[in-house]
Nanobody, 129 residues
Framework: DVQLQASGGGLVQAGGSLRLSCVAS????????IGWFRQAPGKEREGVSC??????????YYADSVKGRFTISRDKAKNTVYLQMNSLEVEDTAVYYC????????????????????WGQGTEVTVSS
């Protein structure tokens, strides 16, 4: 029973910050990559960031569009992955989803995103100008 619950979205002004949480149940973070994807109206789904302990602890990936602004982290004791989003831009507005892929390294988000096959419901982020 693999389940993911995303939360923490909301309305924030450009330049502000927000922290998203993804609580995983039914599996261990040791064996899965956990990634954050986003989808804005009329746009293709985009892989934002990913973290994995499958090969090396704390292995991470960031899309170029968020590099330097977003930070992904995890708390193994709480089985939770976080996405700290700073310097938010209007273009960051989207529904953010967390997803899990068994046995994947972080860069799999970029190379083979279809391997992320367990998804949460998502949380809405709106950045206003």
């Amino acid at each position: 029973d693999v389940q993911l619950q995303a939360s923490g979205g909301g309305l924030v002004q450009a330049g502000g910050s927000l922290r998203l949480s993804c609580v995983a149940s039914g599996f261990s973070l040791d064996n899965y990559a956990i990634g954050w994807f986003r989808q804005a109206p009329g746009k293709e789904r985009e892989g934002v960031s990913c973290i994995s302990d499958v090969e090396v602890p704390g292995d991470t990936y960031y899309a170029d569009s968020v590099k330097g602004r977003f930070t992904i982290s995890r708390d193994k004791a709480k089985n939770t992955v976080y996405l700290q989003m700073n310097s938010l831009e209007v273009e960051d507005t989207a529904v953010y989803y967390c997803a899990a892929g068994w046995g994947l390294i972080a860069r799999a988000m970029h190379v083979m995103p279809s391997q992320f096959d367990d998804w949460g419901q998502g949380t809405e982020v709106t950045v206003s100008s």
